[in-house]
């Protein structure tokens, strides 16, 4: 058995195209997306994925606005500044750069951010909307796993699903997607005592864990559809660098139905997922200032 690779990066430009029409059909009606990203402290890393972010959102017709603050900015001066943002009418969606300096507390910035302008999904009250069956705006990176599972038309009612790792952002709001399409869900982490006993039974399998090669195919069920979420940057024995997954993707090739490379799957999907989430903050925003709604 030879694995289908699941093309990320051609499945985010159809995402993309999507985005780009719909952007237009709002700015046509007087709405146009404006997505304001909050960097705090600069950083060659933090402005070279703005430069990027400005750049996706000027292809797919969303205006971006990046508010600079200063390292030494204060907790109370940062929530000022999103809330400042949360009640402008100009904004559709925001999102937080992370990191952030360390003596200012991410998680309290976010939970800053109104719920329907939260493009990241980390909102607690998005979480919890996710909780409940009703996501509002999910985060960009499970919900960029669910699409890429989705291409494979595998039914998730029933089936077992086993996810490697337990992030706030990544495994656990997957674990949440997946059991709300019916899967049957496994949450493996840092505690779990056999993995593999795990994993070895999972019709779905998503590794999220950062660890490189922490899944062999020993680990895979013939037939598996494998999502590989990690980005690890590894040193080659000749002292190059390399870009590689949680999961050994030769070896589990072998063995899988399907499965996501390192780069091109999870990765490109998931800035595609931050632009449609950015759409349907926008799109939400218009339907609450629509005239049947004031």
Known sequence: MSAKVIDGAALAERVKLDVKQRAAQLAASGRRPALAAVLIGSTPAGELYAGRQAQACENAGIDYRLHKLGADTTQA????????????????????????PPHLHATDLQYRIDPVKDVEGVNPANIGYVVYGHTLIAPCTAMAVIELIETTGVDLRGAEAVVVGASEIAGKPIALLLT?????????????RDLKMHTKRADVLVVAAGKPGLIGADHVKPGAIVIDVGINRVTLPDGSKKTVGDVDFDAVSAKAAYITPVPGGVGPMTVAMLLKNTMR????????????SE
């Open 77 to 100: 001066a940062a929530e000022r500044e999103l809330k400042s943002l949360s009640t402008d009418p100009a904004v559709t969606g925001i999102m937080l750069h992370l990191p952030v």
């Open 180 to 192: 709300q399409r019916l899967a049957t869900v496994t949450l493996c982490h840092i505690a779990t």
């Open 281 to 292: 903050s926008a799109e939400l925003a218009a339907e609450i200032r629509s005239p049947k």
